[in-house]
Structures are given as C-alpha cells and as structure tokens.
C-alpha cells in the first residue's frame, strides 16, 4: 500500500495536474481580490435595483448545483454562445474547454465567498469613517485605498482564505467549463474525480491528502486573522 501510494505521487501525471492547479489559481487569486473587494464594497454601500440584482447573481453560485452553474457559462460562453461567440470572432478569446475557463471556473467558485466578508465589514463604523474622509476633501479612490481597505483588512484576508480554499475543491463548473482533458485540463480536483473514476485509490488518496493539507493550512491562517 505504502508504495502504490508513494508510485502514485511520484507520477508525472499528478506532477501535471498540480502544476496545472498551481498555474489557475496564481491566475485566478489576484483576479479574487481585484474584482471582490471593488464588488463588495459596491454591494455593502451601494443601493438600487442594479445593486440589488448585482447581489443575486454573486449569490448564485452558493445556491445553484455547481452544474447548474457550469451549464449556464457553457451556454453563455461557448462557441455558440452569446458572449463566447463575439469573443472568439473578433478577439480570438476561446474560454471553453481552455485554461482561461479553469480560471473563470475558479473565480466563479470563489467569488462570493470573497464578496460577503467585504460587504458585511464595509457597513456601520465605516461609514461614518467614509463620511469623515469626505468632509476632509478627501476624493473616492483616497478614501477607498486610505480608509476602506486598512479598515477591511481583516475581512478580505478571511474572504481570501476561503475563496481560495473553494476555488481549489471546484469540481462542476471545472468539469463543464474546462472539459477534463487529460493532459490540458485536468487540474487537482479534476484528477481526484478521473482517478476515483477508474478506481485509482492511491492516486486519488495522494491529490485529496494534498487538498486536505492545504485546506487545513487556510484555516488556520483565517483563525490568525480572527484573532489579529
């Protein structure tokens, strides 16, 4: 058992869908918190009907099945789709069955768990903090890199954390988005699924020890920040 387990991660395939993982997610963590901190803000300060549709859809992807959710970028985005077609006609931009669809896979996985913590943390005392900066002649984008962001800080390393940590067990929209492809597309969770599938026990045992190593690893770094 010892060596099948050991055979099984010294294989070059595991190597390839770790690689892979690591290549996604160095994508997809800094797209998390460029558009989540902006969004959460905007969903935590903002109001109207635009903000509140706004807030339905980051939700989405905690309430649908990931499937759901995968089929509907599937249909969006794909060559045929309504968005994915002008893209690969006028942009070359082909996201389906492609690591750049991994990477959407991700942050859509992971957006709202971004979002949330931001949102809740820019409501009450910041308020009346935004308000101060502004008596002060201070503009938006000081206020927001001086007073949101330092006043945050805690909620959007928390949100961060388990973003990252969603983004990395992200299973059904990965599977419609990036196709499984072996060899191209078959990132950490992907591989977990393909291994179980063929009754690969050791190599499916060694990528979801490396997940739950990981996971375990955010945790406690979200309990560091707690206690900051």
């Known amino acids: 058992m010892p060596e099948a387990w050991i055979a099984a991660a010294l294989d070059p395939g595991v190597a390839f869908s770790i690689s892979l993982t690591l290549k996604v997610m160095a994508m997809a963590v800094p797209l998390l918190f460029l558009i ?5 803000y905007l969903l935590g300060r903002g109001r109207g009907r635009l903000v509140a549709v706004l807030d339905v859809l980051v939700s989405l992807p ?4 990931p499937m759901a959710v995968g089929f509907g970028l599937l249909l969006l985005l794909g ?10 006609r006028w942009l070359g931009l082909e996201l389906v ?3 750049p669809g ?13 979002v949330r913590p931001v949102q809740a943390a820019v409501r009450g005392e910041l308020t009346r903090l935004i308000e101060l900066s502004s008596v002060l002649g201070k503009g938006g984008t000081t206020t ?7 006043h945050c800080r805690r909620s959007i390393a928390a949100g961060l954390f388990l973003a990252t940590g969603r983004a990395l067990g992200e299973v059904g929209v990965s599977l419609l988005l990036g196709g499984d492809i072996i060899g191209r597309t078959n990132t950490v969770s992907l591989e977990i699924y393909n291994a179980v599938f063929t009754g690969d026990i050791p190599r499916a045992g060694v990528l979801a020890l490396l997940l739950a ?16």
Not at 213 to 228: E, M, P, Q, R, Y
């Open 62 to 65: 905690l309430i649908l099945p």
């Open 213 to 228: 190593l990981i996971s375990v690893g955010l945790t406690l770094l979200l309990k560091k920040t707690g206690k900051d």
């Open 36 to 40: 989540g901190v902006p969004l959460g």
């Open 144 to 150: 927001f890199l001086r007073v949101v962001l330092p």
């Open 79 to 88: 060559r045929q789709g309504l968005l994915g077609a002008p893209l690969e």
């Open 102 to 114: 991994l990477v959407l896979a991700a942050v859509t996985a992971g957006m709202p768990l971004m």
């Open 97 to 99: 069955f492609s690591v």
